[in-house]
């Protein structure tokens, strides 16, 4: 007897709903189900594929799930299994961007199962997938944003939750659609076309079989700096210039990838030497050979791996090697394409003796640099579409959402948009489409779909029609949204502060699904009317009052008939916000926040809650 992967030890199971349970047996036998108090049995089908709904069960727990077939000997057990609350997290890079703040200690009443990256060609019946306990030693792989959200809602609800969480970073999302959904979007139903008629022809295969994945990528060389003394701790590096760390060396102008050195002198108490001590460098992008007093004491990442690009490092420091006084740390950073770098947090880059943390030394600040290796500006590789491919229409759907359908579960979170926005105008369509479509599939009704929009970012093109998009798919019911628009990063597509945002995701589902009071969201344009020489805009989510936090309201441009937007003066009137300019005389729209990249936006709401940018033309 096989169950689904997704019931594994440590699960969460959705109180107060049916729960589904499935598996494989013998063809036509019978299957009985238990978890603890709560009991049901049904007939596996022809093909031996049985599915089991429980009653609606209550939060508690620990429970033994137990499977059997009364007719044979056959029987599956899963331990430490949880009644509680459970939602789906999706989407790429930032839902993928795991916790930094792991815990110090256990947390039983959070869980989450990450789902195996698969990109096969057909729907699977099953993925790899293991549910997980919060701790030190699992929740470096947990989703920051999820664990979050998680955090907030069992701290309020007081019940076990389970996320999961089944995400790529980089992808599309059509590719998270079925198929049955997607051919009915006149925007990509031709792609769709094109996409499937190809896959028959033999001149594809020819050209798919020749794709290799890593063609183009620099590989790494060998280790020059090495050679040259580079990880000695008595070497002359005074020529050497100096880099603010944490931070990618893109940010700070080398726009290229390749292989960076980087040196740090550390004074270490005389009652620390000869004893054993840990390194975290936070995390290095993509991967590293780190040394202290010229020995390596750790390494991440191999050939052309780019899975590590923000897994915190930690290493530990053998007491033979510490000293009193000056010591050396270097680590070679290889970065083979987009970014590298000592990337942190700065909370995560310490010298700590384990008795000691308190004193810990901290490594953020100026760090000597040299570089071994320049790459140029490395382009991903172009990679077709099909099988492995996780950019191919509907393979995630078949490999990484079809597998968890139908477990139940209370609702979803979903960051994603930025690998779309080389076209905006169809993502409010693609965005409404997969909301409806998973619905669907899980046949649970309209559940709560929450969604992130996009954070600031400087590099980025169309971000703002993107986030536009995003707002209006506010539309579709039982639909929430975290602005981030305050506290993305303008130099990285992957911003560290998580927490807000899953804080900011959570209040939506703290209100709108499990009914407690508060407000869910910043200032949300709902309206307009023009008066003389100015614009009056309306929000709905004012919550009290609109703030214009820290002095006056910026960001707001306004344009008359010749659709020449100039910066405008804005000032809150009650609920609503005025905005004009000297310069347009006779003004006909408003906007606010309209950049990629937008500098100082400050409209928020009582309870601290910024506004989503908007605008009041289609322009």
């Known amino acids: 007897m096989k169950l689904g992967s997704i019931f594994s030890d440590h699960a969460v199971l959705q109180r107060e709903i049916a729960v589904p349970v499935w598996g494989w047996t013998r063809p036509l036998a019978k299957v009985v189900v238990k978890v603890g108090p709560y009991k049901a049995q049904s007939v596996s089908g022809t093909d031996g594929k049985f599915m089991v709904r429980l009653p609606t069960m209550k939060a ?68 790899a997938v293991s549910w ?20 907030q809602l069992q701290e ?49 295969w020819g050209e798919a079989a020749q794709y290799d994945r890593e063609a183009g990528l620099p590989r790494d060389p060998g280790n020059q700096g090495l050679t040259q003394g580079w990880a000695k701790a008595d070497l002359d590096d005074r020529g050497w210039a100096s880099m603010k760390i944490p931070g990618s060396w893109a940010s700070q102008g080398h726009r290229y990838s390749g292989i960076f050195w980087f040196r740090k002198t550390v004074d270490i108490p005389a009652a620390w030497a000869g004893k054993d001590l ?38 530990r420091i053998p007491g033979n090697l510490v000293k009193a006084g000056k010591n050396v740390i270097a680590s070679r950073v290889y970065s083979f394409i987009f970014d590298g770098g000592l990337i942190g947090p700065a909370s995560k880059m310490a010298v ?24 140029g500006v490395i382009a991903p590789p172009r990679q077709l579409p099909g099988p492995g491919n996780p950019n191919t229409p509907y393979v995630l759907f078949d490999n990484m959402i079809a597998p968890l359908v139908p477990y139940a579960l209370r609702g979803a979170i979903w960051y994603q948009g930025e690998s779309n926005a080389g076209h905006p105008e169809k993502y409010q369509r693609l965005m409404v489409d997969m909301i409806r479509d998973w619905r669907r599939a899980w046949g649970q009704g309209d559940f709560q779909f929450l969604m992130v929009q996009l954070a600031n970012f400087e590099a980025a093109d169309n971000w703002a029609p993107l986030r536009e998009a995003q707002l ?33 995701l959570s209040l939506w589902a703290l209100s709108r699904t499990y009914g407690k009071h508060g407000a869910v ?99």
Request: contains cysteine.
């Open 60 to 127: 508690g727990g620990p429970y033994e799930l137990e499977v059997s077939s009364p007719d044979s000997d056959e029987k599956a057990i899963r331990q430490d299994i949880w009644i509680g609350e459970v939602w789906i997290a999706s989407g790429q890079s930032n839902m993928e961007f795991p916790l930094v703040d792991v815990p110090e200690e256990t947390n039983p009443n959070l869980r989450m199962a990450n789902v195996a990256h698969l990109a096969h060609a057909g729907r699977q019946s099953d993925v």
């Open 132 to 151: 997980e306990v919060a701790s030190r030693a699992t929740s470096s792989t947990f989703s920051a944003v999820a664990y979050h959200f998680a955090q």
């Open 156 to 204: 309020s609800l007081g019940v076990k939750v389970g996320i999961i969480n089944t995400s790529w970073g980089g992808t599309i999302i059509e590719a998270w659609t079925s198929r049955e959904t997607l051919v009915r979007n006149d925007d990509v139903s031709d792609w769709v076309a094109r996409y499937e008629a190809d896959t028959h022809s033999p001149a594809f």
């Open 278 to 315: 840990t390194l975290t460098l936070g995390a290095a992008d993509k991967q590293d050979i780190t040394y202290f007093n010229g020995q390596q004491v750790g390494t991440t990442g191999s050939g052309l791996d780019e899975s590590h690009w923000n897994q915190q490092r930690m290493y």
């Open 352 to 375: 700590t003796l384990e008795e000691e943390k308190e004193q810990a030394i901290p490594l953020a600040g100026e760090w000597k640099y040299a570089i071994e290796q320049n790459f």
């Open 472 to 504: 209006k798919s506010l539309s579709e019911c039982n639909t929430g949204m975290a602005v981030t628009i305050d506290i993305g990063d303008p130099i990285d597509i992957h911003p560290v502060n998580k927490l807000d945002v899953g804080k900011r």
């Open 521 to 619: 969201s910043g200032p949300l344009y709902a309206g307009m009317s023009i008066e003389a020489n100015s614009i009056r805009l309306r929000f709905s989510h004012v919550h009290g009052a609109l703030v214009a936090k820290d002095g006056k309201l910026k960001t707001f441009e306004i344009a008359g008939d010749d659709r020449k937007f100039v910066p405008a003066d804005a000032s809150i009137d009650g609920d609503t916000v005025v905005v004009s300019s000297a310069a347009v005389a006779a003004p006909m729209a408003v906007r606010y926040a309209w950049a990629s990249n937008p500098q100082g936006c400050n409209l928020y709401n009582a309870s601290g809650l910024p506004a989503s940018p908007m605008r009041t033309d289609n322009w």
